[in-house]
Structure formats: C-alpha cells, structure tokens
C-alpha cells in the first residue's frame, strides 16, 4: 500500500466495486464530468472496475482513509506510456470525502508512485477548468499550469474549457527533495509523508 499523510493506494478489492459502481460510476453528472467520453451504465466487468487483471497502460488503486481503513474513491494513472516514460493521472473521490482535502494526498501519494516507482518523466493531469478542487490539489504537489483547451470537452450538453497541469520528475525531486529551490514551502511534508509498505 501507498501511504499519504492521511490517505492510502490499495488494490481494488472485490467488495469495493459496489460501492464504486453506485456513489462514483452510476452519478451521471460526475461520471460526465470525469470521463472523456459520454456516460454509460458500468457493468461488473468493465476495466474502469477492474481488481485484477488490468491492462499494462493502467494502474488503479482503491483509496481508502488511513484512519479506519475507510473506501473513499478511486486513484490511477492511465495512459501510462513506457517508452516516453509519462502517464496522466485520475482521481475520484466518493460524495462524502469530496472538500476535506483528501486530493491533494492522493495525487502526492501518485507522484511518488509514478516517479519514484515507476520511474516515469512527466506526469499530466486535464481537468475541466471549473474543477477547483484537482487543480488546488495539482498545484498543491508542484503541479504547473501548461495551457487551456479551449471548449475541447463536451459535457451534458455544453462545450467546456480543460485545463492542463504537468509535473517533471527533476522538478518534483527538487521541490520534493530539498535540491534547489521548493515548488512549495511544503513540498517537502508531501514527499516524505509517501511511503510505500507492501499489503
């Protein structure tokens, strides 16, 4: 398990998939907005559900509060491109978790899996640009606003705005590592409060 301050990255278990399905997947107007592509009901065996068995350009992770061991949403990279060693991060909170600061901890514990596990590059976060929430939380972990696409997401009816964030291993080394001059005066709190212990 991946271990934030206050957030850990499991395995997706079996018994999680009810919960998911019904307070992430099944919320039309939060799956719209998450997704690119337009909402469908989500059967037991999509990949989107997975605990076993996912594709090599995917690692999802069921997170869970550290203090009760509570299911609180969903965390992956996607698009995880190995010769370009870049990925592109999602995550999902459930209705309950959302606004207490839980992201900002699950996109540091992220970081550290994706750089420091996975040796990748680059890291990528689009978001729609009204989501506040993800980008406090990109921002946050070091996370540099790249661009704005322009009306690129349609969702329930409207063309909406995106806005892409991106995250360099040299830059989160240093920002996270105390080389050179801090992304952010906590940075380094984020960095360190990752660890990684096998479940």
């Not at 989500?42 to 869970?64: I, K, W």
């Not at 909170?93 to 550290?112: E, S």
């Amino acid at each position: 398990m991946l271990k934030g301050t206050r957030v850990g990255l499991r395995a997706r278990h079996e018994d999680d998939i009810p919960v998911l399905r019904a307070e992430l997947y099944n919320d039309v107007v939060n799956a719209a907005r998450a997704e690119g592509r337009p909402w469908r009901p989500v059967t037991a065996n999509d990949p989107q559900l997975a605990f076993d068995n996912q594709p090599e350009n995917l690692a999802s992770f069921s997170v869970v509060e550290l203090k009760g061991d509570t299911l609180i949403g969903t965390a992956n990279l996607w698009g995880i491109d190995t010769h370009n060693r870049n990925a592109h991060i999602g995550v999902g909170l459930l209705p309950a978790a959302r606004g207490k600061g839980y992201g900002t901890d699950v996109v540091a514990a992220l970081c550290y899996y994706g750089f420091a596990v996975r040796g990748l590059q680059r890291l990528q976060i689009e978001t729609l640009a009204d989501n506040e929430s993800m980008i406090r939380a990109a921002e946050r972990n070091g996370f540099v606003r790249e661009g704005v696409l322009r009306k690129s997401a349609w969702v329930l009816g409207e063309f909406m705005d995106e806005v892409v964030l991106g995250l360099l291993a040299g830059e989160w080394e240093g920002g996270c590592r105390g080389v050179g001059t801090p992304l952010l005066p906590n940075a380094g709190a984020f960095r360190r409060s990752v660890v990684f212990t096998p479940s």
